[in-house]
């Protein structure tokens, strides 16, 4: 798990997008799909 920062600001759980480690936060697709 985790949080990272949006590009729109807002506080994202990562808790599905630790697949991505590094800077989660710049993948759009990341975002899109905790967003759903």
Known sequence: GGI?????GSKLDLEKGD???????????VIK???V
């Open 4 to 8: 990272a920062t949006a590009l729109d």
């Open 19 to 29: 697949v991505l480690a590094g800077n989660p936060a710049l993948h759009p697709q």
């Open 33 to 35: 799909l905790l967003k």
